[in-house]
Every structure is written in structure tokens, then in C-alpha cells.
């Protein structure tokens, strides 16, 4: 696979978005050492000191439909979940695309896409992890929020080692999806190291706060929930919290 380092970028989601429109290569890694301008999902910023943590963005190009972006996102938490689990640190996947550890977090996923109605151009899978960073490394806003491995571990960790972890996890997970259409082991992971699955939950639905209870996610990649009346429905997006 191709890999693009950099050592300072505003975002390797720009990046990546900026090589796919022009090259579209699957499987194109772009990785930087500092982002200037790193995002965060609902339009918010993703602070990316300078060698603290691992910024990196992945370019696919699968023959699925917009609607199937779910599942890439879903393989992508599995991947790194898995990735990090090798390295001797068990964390937990709080759906749709977080990583926690100790109810706080220390890795989000951004997916982008480029694409009309009923057909995909690419996909940017965004990966940020907080692998070196200490306390004072983090904005005072997330400190509560936010937390990096070395922080839970005591030790710093190898990031070429864990990037190596990931995209293996990454490529075998994803060829699941793509070639044999299975997504079962991506899930299997996703459930089994669940923050919320057999949780009570508070979600933001359609502008509204919500309770129900998260039981499973779903082949396609949402998040299954029962409501207090005993009915079950399906989120593909959203904002879920632990209750309680
Ligand atoms: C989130 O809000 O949880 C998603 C954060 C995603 C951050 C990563 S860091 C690498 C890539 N480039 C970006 O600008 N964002 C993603």
C-alpha cells in the first residue's frame, strides 16, 4: 500500500480528499505528525499536537452504495479497537466510531465521502488516536473527556507498531467486506467490546433527547435500541451517552 507522511498537515482528511479527487487510489494512507486544522465529527476541531498521537487517513474506493458508509466506519472502530488490543490495552467501542477507555476517549473516526445520490466516488476514513499525549496536551475543554494511552498505561506506546496493527486489522476486516460481503467479524468486535450495548442511553433524536436502551448493532452498521415502551428501532447516526 501507498503511504503519504507528512510531517506537518492541516488535516489528512483534506489530504486524502484532496489525492482521491485527483488519483482515487484504494488503500492510499495519508499520515501526519501534527495537524493544524484537524476535524472532528458535527464540524468540530480535533486537537493533533506534533508526534503526541497518530493522524492518519485511509482512501477507499468500494463498489457499495452511499448508504453502506456505515459498515466502512464499523470496520474501521473494529480495526482499531483490535489494534490497540494487541498492544496490550482494552478498551471499549462506543458506537458509532469511538474508542474509550476508562469512560473516556481516546480515539475518533471520521468518515467522509464524496459521492451522488446512489453512487460513491470515495471514501476518507479519518482515524485520530491519542496514543503519547498527557493531560496538558489536550484543550481544557476535553480534559475531563479525553485521554491518551499513555496516559491509562503509564508508558508511552510504539506508534509505527500500533499504525502497523491497525491498518493489518484494517485491510483483513475491510477485504471481509468487499470480497466475501461479510461484515460479521467487524461487528462481532464492535458488540463484544461495546461502551453501550445492554446500557440504558440517552440519544439525541431528530433535535429531541431521548432514553432507551442499546441492545445490538445491526449488519448494516446501526446501533439497535428499545425504547421505554418496549419498541425497537434502529439509528444509523447520532449522539449516545451512558445513562446514569
Ligand atoms: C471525532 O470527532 O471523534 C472524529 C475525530 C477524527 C480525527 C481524525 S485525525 C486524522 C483525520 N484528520 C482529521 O482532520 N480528522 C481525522
Redesign the pocket.
Known amino acids: 500500500r501507498e503511504i503519504f507522511y507528512f510531517d506537518t498537515l492541516d488535516?489528512?482528511?483534506?489530504k486524502a480528499k484532496e489525492l482521491a479527487a485527483n488519483e482515487q487510489k484504494e488503500g492510499t494512507v495519508v499520515i501526519a505528525e501534527e495537524?493544524t486544522n484537524?476535524?472532528?465529527?458535527l464540524g468540530?476541531s480535533?486537537s493533533?499536537p506534533k508526534k503526541k498521537g497518530i493522524?492518519?487517513?485511509i482512501i477507499l474506493t468500494p463498489e457499495i452504495e452511499p448508504t453502506d458508509a456505515a459498515k466502512v466506519t464499523q470496520v474501521a472502530a473494529a480495526a482499531v479497537w483490535k489494534g490497540i488490543n494487541e498492544v496490550g490495552v482494552k478498551t471499549q467501542i462506543k458506537w458509532p466510531?469511538?474508542i474509550v477507555l476508562n469512560g473516556k476517549k481516546v480515539c475518533?473516526?471520521?468518515t467522509e465521502m464524496s459521492g451522488e445520490l446512489n453512487r460513491l466516488n470515495y471514501l476518507v476514513v479519518?482515524?485520530?488516536i491519542n496514543a503519547n499525549m498527557s493531560d496538558e496536551d489536550f484543550p481544557e475543554e476535553i480534559r475531563g473527556l479525553a485521554t491518551s494511552l499513555k496516559i491509562e498505561l503509564n508508558k508511552e506506546v510504539e506508534r509505527k507498531e500500533l499504525i502497523g496493527r491497525i491498518l493489518n486489522n484494517f485491510e483483513e476486516l475491510y477485504e471481509e467486506l468487499i470480497h466475501n460481503n461479510s461484515i460479521d467479524k467487524s461487528i462481532k468486535i464492535c458488540v463484544e467490546n461495546s461502551a453501550l450495548i445492554g446500557k440504558d442511553v440517552r440519544l439525541i433524536l431528530k433535535g429531541k433527547e431521548e432514553e432507551a436502551k442499546a441492545i445490538d448493532i445491526s449488519k448494516e452498521g446501526e446501533l439497535i435500541i428499545q425504547d421505554k415502551n418496549g419498541d425497537i428501532s434502529k439509528i444509523i447516526s447520532g449522539e449516545v451517552s451512558v445513562r446514569g
Not at 11 to 14: D, I
Not at 38 to 41: D, I, L, S
Open positions: 488535516s489528512t482528511n483534506l495537524q484537524g476535524r472532528g465529527r468540530r480535533w493533533s493522524w492518519m487517513s466510531n469511538d475518533g473516526v471520521l479519518g482515524i485520530g
